[in-house]
């Protein structure tokens, strides 16, 4: 960490510096410049007004805006001021545009061990630990996690295999699972589907998934280190499920078996002695929600709400200093989806292509560029600029809309979608009164070059008929009536589909309670969480027809005369997400 301090104190130092120098001419390959002038923004929706928006928020100096950071202290302080200049009133706590969301950090009892008969495993050498296991709603939310001590070990099956052992089997009882081979690497893949097939295990004491000996270094050392968790309230009167991270050999122990090849779904193992602990403290940084509110202009149905929102936190510090070109070439060759994409050796043709373009880009760019910081331009700083590009445009309208418009900038997303959960759970306005929430998370990078671009008018969609019918056809009728119309891809709201994008971001703390939502995004792309996610990648002309898309929709549900119906099944606000 020390190394990394001189650069992390520079970014710092310059306060908003990139976008304060002037940046004359696009780099080869139509990437804009590293800097940019900021201008004023005006109440239209603007290429203009995005940009001198991101190369502020997406700046070095915000440190990569991590929950529980002064970067995200610092991001949240931008979003709310840029909301008082815009005349919102605030929708946070005691009269301010802050919610506070309380963010705990768990440290492990290092000491505790676990025993299988004569067998004792240790923490770090056969076992690893998560704090919790609610993964952003997708599992229940309970008081704490559940002791193993005398609890019964059973296998569960192969994640992924759809051949898992059932639910009542598996009640109070530790479930061991095994994980496929990877295609790409012909080794077990720890990329698992992580909590997506685990929901239905809510009785379980505790899930032990074999992986560990396969987890990358650097995700192993995040698990090692402090693990940051919600602290959950209105939760279930009993506790969760213990998630670990276990070797092959601990999972042998655990079954009582000399080989994890041949074993049947559902066939126990042995029984456990001993626990886990974690001590918890308050986190050293506040994470907060920012809330504007501008209200409505008919007294008949001012005390409804439209909510827009988007996340402001990203993924903070890479724990190295990288060569950012190098790392731009890599991934153009290699990677199509950031860190969704397995990594692999390059072949020697491909290792001459990644070093031939990061020759040309480091002398495009003047020189080679130590980087260190994940930006998050596009994830979230695109939807949190859009967002804040929508708000002016209503505020700065002659006349307000109907009903009044709620726009939430959530903390936590990246953690388990932290800050739309706690602003579910404790609204700072009437639940029942939102009657809708449109949700933008990556809206950015929609280029044809990139994973999921297809043209300049490409938006996908998901869960915009999940709960209400009237709201899809609402988005169809305002699309209709727009030249050109939108490419509306709903490809990624299939039921089932693999990426479960539906449970992963935070219209589904919205959706949970009944409101409908719809999901606007652009995608993955090369630079998902990586230190390449910077301003000067982004398709600001895409963004514009994107916020301007969403500020059109939010317009007609808040002039409708009825609120939207929701005439499909509301979900269990507690229970576990599956799309």
């Known amino acids: 960490m020390h190394r990394l301090r001189p650069l992390f104190l520079a970014a710092a130092l310059s306060g908003c510096a990139t976008a ?50 002064r970067g995200n202290v610092m991001g949240t302080d931008y979003v709310a001021r840029e909301m008082a200049r815009m005349g919102l009133r605030p929708g946070g706590e005691n009269g301010t545009f802050f919610q506070t969301v309380p963010i705990f950090i768990g440290t492990f009892d290092t000491t505790r061990t676990l025993r299988v008969d004569s067998a004792t495993l240790a923490y770090g050498r056969d076992f690893l630990p998560f704090h919790t296991v609610n993964g952003g709603g997708r599992l229940p939310i309970g008081t704490g ?36 081979m990877s295609q790409t690497t012909g080794r077990r893949d720890w990329r698992f589907p992580a909590f ?17 000996d396969v987890v990358p270094r650097a995700t192993a050392g995040r698990l090692h280190g402090p693990q940051v968790h919600i602290k959950a309230e209105n939760t279930l009167d009993t506790p969760t499920p213990l998630s670990l991270l276990v070797t092959p050999e601990a999972a042998q122990k655990l ?17 456990i002695a001993g626990n886990v602990e974690f001590v918890d403290a308050p986190a050293p940084f506040p994470s907060r929600n920012v809330i504007g509110i501008l209200p409505g202009s008919d007294p008949a149905v001012r005390g409804q709400y439209v909510a827009v929102g988007a996340h402001n936190d990203h993924v903070g510090l890479a724990p190295r200093v990288l060569d950012h070109d190098s790392v731009l070439a890599f991934n153009q060759v290699l990677r199509r989806q950031g860190v969704q994409d397995t990594v692999r050796v390059a072949t020697p043709a491909e290792a001459v292509r990644i070093a031939a373009l990061r020759d040309s880009l480091t002398r495009a760019h003047g020189g080679a560029r130590p980087d260190s910081v994940n930006n998050g331009a596009d994830d979230d700083g695109s939807g949190t600029v859009a967002l804040l590009e929508i708000a002016e445009a209503f505020a700065s309208a002659s006349r307000a809309p109907r009903r009044s418009m709620l726009f939430v900038s959530h903390t936590g997303e990246e953690k388990g979608l932290w800050g739309s959960q706690w602003f579910t759970d404790h609204p700072t306005v009437p639940r029942d009164s939102i009657v ?30 999940r709960l209400s019918t009237q709201l ?39 959706a949970r309670y009944g409101i409908p939502i719809t999901y606007f995004s652009l995608g993955y792309h090369t630079d998902y969480h990586q230190v390449t996610d910077e301003p000067q990648y982004i398709d600001y002309d895409h963004m514009a ?24 099944p509301k979900p269990d606000p507690r229970g576990g997400c599956r799309q």
Do not use: W
């Open 20 to 69: 304060g120098t002037v940046g004359t001419a696009a780099t080869p390959g139509g990437e804009l410049p590293r800097t940019h002038r900021a201008t004023p923004t005006t109440g239209a929706i603007t290429p203009t007004d995005l940009m001198s928006r991101l190369y502020v928020f997406a700046d070095d100096s915000m440190l990569g805006r991590e929950a529980t950071t």
């Open 145 to 180: 996690t559940r002791s193993l001590e005398g609890a019964r070990v059973v296998y569960g099956g192969l994640l992924g295999s759809g051949n898992l052992v059932a639910p009542a089997q598996a009640e109070g009882k530790v479930i061991v699972f095994t994980v496929p």
């Open 196 to 212: 997506g097939p685990l929901t239905q295990y809510a009785g379980a004491a505790g899930f032990a998934v074999a992986a560990l």
């Open 255 to 271: 079954l009582g078996v000399s080989s994890l090849d041949g074993l049947t779904v559902g066939q126990e193992g042995r029984t």
């Open 436 to 465: 809708a929430q449109l949700n933008m998370d990556m809206v950015g990078r929609g280029k044809p070059t990139d994973a999921m671009g297809r043209g300049p008018n490409n938006i996908q969609l998901i869960g915009m008929r």
């Open 472 to 510: 899809g056809d609402l988005i169809d009728t305002v699309n209709a009536h727009r030249t050109p119309h939108m490419d509306l891809d709903l490809s990624f709201d299939a039921n089932g589909h693999p990426l479960n994008r539906y449970c992963r971001s935070d219209h589904y703390m919205y």
């Open 545 to 568: 027809r994107v916020a301007s898309f969403v500020h059109d929709i939010a317009d007609a549900i808040a002039n409708r005369d009825q609120r939207l119906v929701v005439d499909k």
